[in-house]
């Protein structure tokens, strides 16, 4: 069975704060991405990963960075938190099949940033 | 235009008809798409993914795709309250290699 999990459903952080968010899949999928997810904008592409130490910008990735040491692990990084950053944060991850990715969600990260 | 456009509802349907969701898009070379199911504060959850022109159906859930026309449905049969959720639809873009979503449908079947 599919399996995502992210270490925080919830996390209050202080502006400023450096902020990590972990994502492991058991999947042996070589990519994963993150999201973030604001009422009325959707889902939003942060970064992706298409393999180990490989990483690729989505379509905000400002103020975000990440990390893919292991094959099973991507982790979404906030530098320096702002209130702009609270948001529901998704990982997710896919197996490559030439053009038929199924991606399969993480549970989710709600995070405040005061 | 948005590469995936829906409705954003609330499509509002009773208990027992039948739910129509509506996706279309503008990448002619999508091949792949997929529709997800979210329950409020929860994350999206894959219902079915369909490649192929035509109709795939997976117990009360059929998804229809028509490439000429570009556009993509769910259809839920018999729909029930816990059905209650917002819809999204998906492409897969082959050219960037990322998953373009919708804004989502909310549907709300009333007992």
């Known amino acids: 069975d599919v399996k995502v999990t992210q270490s925080s459903r919830y996390l209050v952080k202080r502006t400023g704060e450096k902020v990590f968010l972990e994502c492991v899949q058991d999947?042996?999928?070589?990519?994963m991405f993150w999201y973030r997810q604001d009422p009325g904008l959707g889902l939003r592409l942060i970064y992706f990963?298409?393999?180990?130490?490989?990483?690729e910008k989505g379509d905000i990735p400002e103020g975000y960075s990440v990390s893919r040491e292991k094959k099973e692990r991507f982790s979404l990084i906030l530098e320096s938190a702002s209130t702009n950053q609270t948001s529901m944060y998704l990982c997710?991850?896919?197996?490559?099949?030439?053009?038929?990715?199924?991606?399969?969600f993480g549970p989710g990260t709600r995070l405040l940033v005061l | 235009q948005k590469e995936v456009e829906q409705n954003s509802g609330p499509l509002s349907v009773p208990e027992g008809a039948i739910a129509s969701l509506n996706c279309t898009y503008s990448?002619?070379?999508?091949?792949?798409f997929f529709w997800y199911r979210q329950y409020s504060g929860k994350s999206p959850e894959l219902i079915m993914f369909?490649?192929?022109?035509g109709d795939k159906e997976d117990g009360r859930f059929t998804a229809q795709l028509n490439k000429a026309s570009q556009y993509v449905s769910l259809l839920i049969r018999d729909s029930q309250p816990s059905d209650s959720a917002t819809y999204l639809c998906?492409?897969?873009?082959?050219?960037?290699?990322?998953?373009?979503f919708g804004q989502g449908t909310t549907l709300q079947v009333k007992p």
């Open positions: 997710a991850s896919s197996l490559f099949t030439g053009g038929k990715e199924t991606q399969y």
């Open positions: 999947m042996d999928h070589e990519n």
């Open positions: 990963s298409y393999d180990v130490k490989m990483k």
């Open positions: 990448d002619r070379g999508s091949q792949s």
């Open positions: 369909i490649y192929s022109n």
């Open positions: 998906a492409m897969y873009s082959g050219n960037t290699g990322k998953l373009i």
